[in-house]
């Protein structure tokens, strides 16, 4: 048996991550060392990369007496975590036969879930190394709202920063959407560019990667034509960091 006790004070954050990386991916590893938990996977289609960040310092109680990998139904963990109540506290630890993850919910009664874990022989996955020409921080309303709009133009999205401007476009047969997010407006933080960039992107994979933002969480979008994107923010103490594959259409 490897010990194993790590505990969040508000099970809702926990949460979050497990929605954040449930939405593009189905199967994946937690890697818990003493510094904290990990995750980094690639959807199904190998498109996008997800890569989850949890130090210790991040959970109110940690204790893991070796490193060890805890592979899951990224699914099925998200739906224990969907019976969390308002106000509960959560244990993830390991059953004394190594084969289960343990999920226990804490408020006004004790609710515990086991899950069985799966060994997942998944390779070390290198982050993309990339020189982005764009950088910008923008409230996640912001994007929210223009991905919204696209989505009744088409399946696709382009990202451009032209202008001192964040613009994402749309276009069809249905017609042509423009958001353009200027560096002074409200929803913009920040943005710098040492040039213009312009790339298309599936708009379904740019949506599930800011689902677990609230409204005024702070987005950071690195850009580069014709390259991945890279799309990240915090929640609490922790982080989640998305890798999305362009489009590559000349017509746009």
Known sequence: MVFVRMVFEDA??????????AALVEEAEFVVNKDGMSLKATDPSQISLVSLSLPASAFKGFEVEQPLKLGVD??????????????????LSVSEDNSKL??????????????????????????????????????A??????????????????????NDSFVLRANSSKGNLENVYANK???MISLKASEETKSMFPLDYLVSMIKACSSDTEVSVKLKSNAPVEVSYALGNGSLSYFLAPRIDTDN
Do not use: C, W
């Open 12 to 21: 809702s954050v926990f949460r979050k991550f497990v929605d954040g990386v």
């Open 102 to 139: 343990l999920v226990t919910f804490s408020g006004n009664s004790k609710r515990s879930f086991s899950i069985p874990l799966l060994d997942l022989t998944t390779a070390d996955l290198p982050m993309p190394k990339i020189e982005f020409s764009a950088e910008l921080k923008i409230r």
């Open 141 to 162: 309303e912001a994007l929210q709202d223009s991905f919204k709009d696209a989505a009744l133009i088409s399946t696709h999205i382009v990202l451009s920063v032209e």
């Open 74 to 91: 990224l699914n099925y963990l998200n739906q224990v975590m969907g019976r969390a109540k308002s106000g509960n506290s959560l244990e």
């Open 185 to 187: 407006d409200s929803q």
